[in-house]
């Protein structure tokens, strides 16, 4: 079992940044790619971006290629996706998971999922 925790959620104008974390606990949480989701009110869960196991590796949605970015510290088994440049469409439930293979981007291909933070952008 892993277990995810996000925190680091809240409200921000437009244009802001803002930085989610991701603590894991569980089983061997440095073997897992981590990625982020985020669900806005009346849509699907939707992939914005996921961290390889080791950290070398990331990949986006092109939505938000260029204002979001995701680091890892395996020490702190914490993963952090930081939001740049936020839009009101940005706004959502952001939504941590693992999955033992990395490049994944559907969620139903993620084993284990956080609890999720609200981010809600201001216009």
């Known amino acids: 079992q892993v277990q995810l925790v996000e925190s680091g959620g809240g409200l921000v104008q437009a244009g802001g940044s803002l930085r989610l974390s991701c603590a894991a606990s569980?089983?061997?949480?440095?073997?897992?790619?981590l990625g982020w989701f985020r669900q806005a009110p009346g849509k699907e869960r939707e992939f914005v971006g996921v961290i390889s196991a080791s950290g070398g590796n990331t990949y986006f949605v092109n939505s938000v290629k260029g204002h979001f970015s995701i680091s890892r510290d395996n020490a702190k088994n914490t993963v952090y996706l930081q939001m740049s440049g936020l839009k009101p469409q940005d706004t959502a439930v952001y939504y941590c998971?693992?999955?033992?293979?990395?490049?994944?981007?559907?969620?139903?291909?993620?084993?284990?999922w956080g609890q999720g933070t609200q981010v809600t952008v201001s216009s």
């Open positions: 569980g089983r061997t949480v440095s073997n897992y790619a």
């Open positions: 998971a693992a999955a033992f293979d990395y490049g994944l981007a559907e969620k139903y291909e993620y084993e284990y």
